[in-house]
């Protein structure tokens, strides 16, 4: 069965502090990993995609990394914002339209 | 070009009424998919389409729901005999083509159903 963990479930941290979450898979084949940011009450919006080529992307504050050996994604916050305020989804394809939606990671930044 | 758009953003049925989910595409954008996400889960495909055709149904629940795309107009997600369990935020997001490596799926804001 193709799965998505993510963790943490939720974080807190201070704004300016730098975050990074945790994105696990077994989807199988791989096709590419996106990472999404849903503000509450909005639709998920893009940060990045990789292929199984790519190691890293960045996007502004949000780098993101591939490690498809182990099957691993991380998401790296720079000097967070009060705006990062918001749910983190990992989402992985199996090629074609079929995605695969981790269940996100709550995070919280505080002034 | 305004993104992809849901109607309603809230909606409120009773049990056993009928609950109608509306979601035009971006411009241009031939490909529908509707995504269900109860609370505290992560997004479930539910059902892919084109216009006039359903691709793939197999996230739908067998019984009650239906969805369409028809050749002019809005995709439409239909309810019928809506129960407690339906409550759940609705998505529905376009593409220009069918997913691929590199294809960017665009999503609504939701439609939150809830049913008392």
Known sequence: ?111 | NAGVMQNPRHLVRRRGQEARLRCSPMKGHSHVYWYRQLPEEGLKFMVYLQKENIIDESGMPKERFSAEFPKEGPSILRIQQVVRGDSAAYFCASSPMRGGTDTEAFFGQGTRLTVV
């Open chain 1, 1 to 111: 069965k193709n799965q998505v963990e993510q963790s943490p479930q939720s974080l807190i941290i201070l704004e300016g502090k730098n975050c990074t979450l945790q994105c696990n898979y077994t989807v199988s084949p791989f096709s590419n990993l996106r990472w999404y940011k849903q503000d509450t009450g909005r639709g998920p919006v893009s940060l990045t995609i990789m292929t199984f080529s790519e190691n890293t992307k960045s996007n502004g504050r949000y780098t993101a990394t591939l490690d498809a050996d182990t099957k691993q994604s991380s998401l790296h916050i720079t000097a967070s914002q009060l705006s990062d305020s918001a749910s983190y989804i990992c989402v992985v394809s199996a090629g074609g339209y079929a995605l695969n939606f981790g269940k996100g990671t709550s995070l919280l930044v505080t002034p």
